[in-house]
T-cell receptor
Framework: GQQLNQSPQSMFIQEGEDVSMNCTSSSIFNTWLWYKQEPGEGPVLLIALYKAGELTSNGRLTAQFGITRKDSFLNISASIPSDVGIYFCAGRKAAGNKLTFGGGTRVLVKP | DVKVTQSSRYLVKRTGEKVFLECVQDMDHENMFWYRQDPGLGLRLIYFSYDVKMKEKGDIPEGYSVSREKKERFSLILESASTNQTSMYLC?????????????FGPGTRLTVL
C-alpha cells in the first residue's frame, strides 16, 4: 500500500506568496523526486534528490532531502498563477527503479 | 526530448469488455511502467517491464495483464473491465535503472467503465 504521506492535500495560493509542502514516510528512501502534473497532462519531473541533506533548486522551486531519509520538502517562492497543478512526491528505495508516490498536493489560486 | 504517447486520451467501455491501453516511447528506453491515478491516492504501480517480453507485478496487478512484444511498446490489458477500474491510467518509461534514470510520463488515458 501507499507509504508516503503528503501534506497538505490541497492549498490556495495568492500571487507572490511562498508555499511549502512535504512528504513523510515510515521507510527510508535513497532518492526523492518531485513531479508536477497540470490538467490533462502526465506528471513532469521538477527536482530529483539523491543524497540525505541535499538542497536543490530549480528556478523558484527548492526541495530538500531530509536527513533521516524519511522525508522531503518542496518550497515554491513568489508563486504565480501558472504554479497551479498537482505536485507529487515520489521515493525510490535502494534496488530497482520502482517509485512510491505520495497522494499529491493540489495547488489552487485564491479567488 | 523523450516522448511517451498513449493511444487514447479518453475511453468509455462497458463492464465485461476487454480493454487495451497502448503506450509507445521513442527514446529506446529499457523500462516501461503502467500506473493508475486516483484522487488522494497518488499514482499506484500496476505492472512494469525491464525488457522485451519481461514483466513484473507492481503493487496492484489484480484484474490487469500486460504485454511487451517490442521495446518501444507496452500494453495494459483489462481482461474483463469492471466499474472499479474507472481511473486515469499513466504510462511511463525510463532509460535504465537507478539514480539519474528517472521516469518520463505520457499524457494519460482517462478510462470510464459503465
Amino acid at each position: 500500500g501507499q507509504q508516503l504521506n503528503q501534506s497538505p492535500q490541497s492549498m490556495f495560493i495568492q500571487e507572490g506568496e511562498d508555499v511549502s509542502m512535504n512528504c513523510t514516510s515510515s521507510s527510508i528512501f535513497n532518492t526523492w523526486l518531485w513531479y508536477k502534473q497540470e490538467p490533462g497532462e502526465g506528471p513532469v519531473l521538477l527536482i530529483a534528490l539523491y543524497k540525505a541533506g541535499e538542497l536543490t533548486s530549480n528556478g523558484r522551486l527548492t526541495a530538500q532531502f531530509g536527513i533521516t531519509r524519511k522525508d522531503s520538502f518542496l518550497n515554491i517562492s513568489a508563486s504565480i498563477p501558472s504554479d497551479v497543478g498537482i505536485y507529487f512526491c515520489a521515493g525510490r528505495k535502494a534496488a530497482g527503479n520502482k517509485l512510491t508516490f505520495g497522494g499529491g498536493t493540489r495547488v489552487l489560486v485564491k479567488p | 526530448d523523450v516522448k511517451v504517447t498513449q493511444s487514447s486520451r479518453y475511453l468509455v467501455k462497458r463492464t465485461g469488455e476487454k480493454v487495451f491501453l497502448e503506450c509507445v516511447q521513442d527514446m529506446d528506453h529499457e523500462n516501461m511502467f503502467w500506473y493508475r491515478q486516483d484522487p488522494g491516492l497518488g499514482l499506484r504501480l500496476i505492472y512494469f517491464s525491464y525488457d522485451v517480453k519481461m514483466k513484473e507485478k507492481g503493487d496492484i496487478p489484480e484484474g490487469y495483464s500486460v504485454s511487451r512484444e517490442k521495446k518501444e511498446r507496452f500494453s495494459l490489458i483489462l481482461e474483463s473491465a469492471s466499474t472499479n477500474q474507472t481511473s486515469m491510467y499513466l504510462c511511463a518509461s525510463s532509460l535504465s535503472q537507478g539514480a539519474g534514470n528517472e521516469q518520463f510520463f505520457g499524457p494519460g488515458t482517462r478510462l470510464t467503465v459503465l
